[in-house]
């Protein structure tokens, strides 16, 4: 059964007006890396956020997007260190390596704040003994919201040939980063959008769903749509071959 736990703020990173890490603690919690937990500043308004710290790691931290006209997210982005903030007991979510077949390539797809579940499970040691290469892949809008480039950079570092890390930003052109959004890079044609596309043709073709994990978001046009949190594996040997399952929809 749930019980809420109180924790402390330590930190309140803010990347942007609207992009915020919250390093919250005083919680000891059980969790995978992928999961998520229900947040709150009264027990009534609860929200699900994912875990960014690994597990092994005492500090609860959670990125963030302030939604203007949401409950919540603009009260959690207001927080100071030392005020309170509720943690569920409950950890929970299949967006965990567990839920994933055996590959050579992890393909972690991730818009916006979707990288959060992604940061932690890089921190584990599991990507690194069960997959020869992670491809970390995270649009944005703009350039300023490529956000923990210098954990990525670590992780990059302690995993030398083992990974590889892709950006895509939408709104501006950026050195380094691909131009505009995964579905138009597919488009065009871009090698990493053709990889992209081509496990997900293949997946279709033999009718297994890649995605893992769904989320609403609001679309360049306004239009709320569900865009995927996406882990992706795919053997080389020919996409023929391609394993993944669906996990959560
Ligand atoms: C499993 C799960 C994990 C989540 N993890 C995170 C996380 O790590 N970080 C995070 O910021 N949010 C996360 N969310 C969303 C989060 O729970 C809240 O919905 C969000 O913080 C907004 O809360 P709110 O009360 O202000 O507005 P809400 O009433 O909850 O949301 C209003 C609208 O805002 C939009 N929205 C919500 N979250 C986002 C987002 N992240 N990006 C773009 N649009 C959004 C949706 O269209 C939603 O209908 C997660 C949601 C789920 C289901």
Redesign the pocket.
């Known amino acids: 059964m749930n019980k809420w736990l109180e924790g402390r703020v330590v930190e309140n990173r803010h990347w942007t007006d609207a992009l915020f890490s919250l390093r919250v603690e005083g919680v000891a919690l059980s969790f995978q890396a992928g999961q998520?937990v229900r947040i709150a500043l009264e027990e009534d308004l609860a929200?699900?956020?994912?875990f960014v710290n690994p597990p092994a790691d005492p500090v609860l931290e959670?990125?963030?997007?302030v939604?203007p006209?949401?409950?919540?997210?603009?009260r959690l982005a207001r927080l100071r260190a030392g005020e309170r903030l509720l943690v569920a007991s409950n950890p929970a979510?299949f967006l965990v390596l567990s839920e994933v077949p055996d590959a050579d390539t992890l393909w972690l797809v991730s818009t916006?704040?979707g990288i959060?579940p992604f940061l932690s499970i890089l921190r584990t040691e599991t990507p690194w003994k069960r997959f020869g290469k992670v491809v970390l892949v995270h649009a944005v809008r703009h350039a300023r919201e490529l956000v923990y480039t210098d954990l990525i950079g670590k992780v990059h570092r302690e995993n030398p040939g083992l990974f590889h890390y892709v950006t895509f930003v939408s709104r501006e052109k950026w050195p380094g980063s691909l131009h505009g959004r995964i579905p138009a890079a597919m488009r065009d044609g871009h090698p990493v959008a053709q990889r992209l596309d081509g496990i997900r043709r293949t997946v279709g073709e033999v009718g297994k769903v890649v995605t893992v994990?769904k989320?609403?978001?609001?679309t360049d046009n306004g239009r709320?749509r569900a865009l995927a949190i996406h882990a992706m594996t795919g053997r080389t040997r020919g996409n023929e071959d391609l394993l993944a399952r669906r996990v959560r929809g």
Do not use: C, H, K, N
């Open positions: 998520f929200r699900p956020f994912s959670f990125y963030g997007i939604v006209e949401g409950p919540l997210s603009p979510g916006g704040t959060a994990g989320r609403q978001i609001e709320r």
